[in-house]
T-cell receptor, first 118, second 111 residues
Framework: AQKITQTQPGMFVQEKEAVTLDCTYDTSDPSYGLFWYKQPSSGEMIFLIYQGSYDQQNATEGRYSLNFQKARKSANLVISASQLGDSAMYFCAMREVYSGAGSYQLTFGKGTKLSVIP | AAGVIQSPRHLIKEKRETATLKCYPIPRHDTVYWYQQGPGQDPQFLISFYEKMQSDKGSIPDRFSAQQFSDYHSELNMSSLELGDSALYFC??????????FGNGTRLTVT
């Protein structure tokens, strides 16, 4: 079973509008972390935001916020006031603390390609 | 701020050749990870090192090996290259429990 599911292969948003990118996850670990990364066409992987499973409040970083609904196992990324430079692939990822891995490596979703329209 | 440095940025090799990718993690980060991202795919975890010891292994082919050196830099060695090895290879580093910070990647093309 997929541990991270991103159901939107592609999304379009008008410049200056807000957009929500969906992410659901599957884990039996009580302690885990959820991450969002941005990958522009140039290829680099840029860390955006992090949410821990025990965090009481939703994470925010500038124009990025994470809508964390633990009971529904969802961790949607909200980008406010979209800019042309936000056009990129966005990956949701999870780290399971008690997976036995020992290295806290990330498992990624398939990604959502966001296109911002002028 | 210092970032993860990867070299080379681009590499072209022929089938059955070998390739070595290098990674210099962010200073004081104790864990290094290697990921492979095929065209149009999500990154797949290959291997990781914690304080220079291998800590976890993912879907890394037996033809690939990696190590972390005393100065904390890491190298991914790939032998008997196949066309399917063409991908973007990322190195990432972190302090235990903190977000992974990725390098800009090495784009390997096997012809």
């Amino acid at each position: 079973a997929q541990k991270i599911t991103q159901t939107q292969p592609g999304m379009f948003v008008q410049e200056k509008e807000a957009v929500t990118l969906d992410c659901t996850y599957d884990t039996s670990d009580p302690s885990y972390g959820l991450f969002w990364y941005k990958q522009p066409s140039s290829g680099e992987m840029i860390f955006l935001i992090y949410q821990g499973s025990y965090d009481q409040q939703n994470a925010t970083e500038g124009r990025y916020s994470l809508n964390f609904q633990k009971a529904r196992k969802s961790a949607n990324l909200v980008i406010s006031a979209s800019q042309l430079g936000d056009s990129a692939m966005y990956f949701c990822a999870m780290r399971e603390v008690y997976s036995g891995a020992g290295s806290y490596q990330l498992t990624f979703g398939k990604g959502t390609k966001l296109s911002v329209i002028p | 701020a210092a970032g993860v440095i990867q070299s080379p940025r681009h590499l072209i090799k022929e089938k059955r050749e070998t390739a070595t990718l290098k990674c210099y993690p962010i200073p004081r980060h104790d864990t290094v990870y290697w990921y492979q991202q095929g065209p149009g795919q999500d990154p797949q975890f290959l291997i990781s090192f914690y304080e220079k010891m291998q800590s976890d292994k993912g879907s890394i082919p037996d033809r690939f090996s990696a190590q972390q050196f005393s100065d904390y830099h890491s190298e991914l060695n790939m032998s008997s290259l196949e066309l399917g090895d063409s991908a973007l290879y990322f190195c990432a580093s972190s302090v235990t429990g903190s977000p992974l910070h990725f390098g800009n990647g090495t784009r390997l093309t096997v012809t």
